[in-house]
């Protein structure tokens, strides 16, 4: 197990139930049965608060993490991007994340992409969301 992984996905701040949400997504992994749910206070295209529940291994847990804390105070279509580049990512555009939040960098590694499913997860449900 990487334990910088599991460090980012205990870091569970935004895991939670937002009751008055404006915008809802959730997503199942059919190859794994992970699931993930997200739930968005948006004001004037900008995301104000996020939360995210499921039932999911650790990456999909630490991509969620990492998303709720790049998505807050952000524009729609700044995290519609991040959500594409994150499957560029895995698209072969390794060097796409380089310059973003170093985070980001501890979960977008050639070494995990063998959990690529698991890590886009939250991205396509977000995606869902920041799409429309």
């Given at each position: ?25 959730k ?8 699931e993930?749910?997200?739930k ?26 990492i998303?709720?804390k ?8 700044k ?31 050639k070494?995990?992409?063998s ?10 449900a ?7």
């Open positions: 197990m990487d334990l910088e992984i599991l460090g980012i996905a205990s870091d569970s701040d935004n895991n939670k139930n937002i009751k008055n949400h404006t915008h809802y997504s997503l199942k992994n059919s190859l794994c049965g992970d993930v749910q997200i968005l206070i948006i004001k004037k295209n900008k995301i104000i608060d996020f939360g995210y529940q499921g039932n999911s291994c650790i990456y999909c847990q630490a991509s969620a993490s998303l709720s790049a998505s807050i105070n952000n524009r729609k279509d995290i519609k991007k991040l959500c594409e580049d994150a499957k560029n990512f895995f698209e072969g555009n390794f060097d796409i994340f380089k310059k973003k939040n170093l985070s980001f960098n501890k979960l977008f590694k070494k995990n992409f959990r690529k499913e698991c890590i886009l997860l939250p991205f396509n977000l995606k869902k969301i920041v799409s429309n």
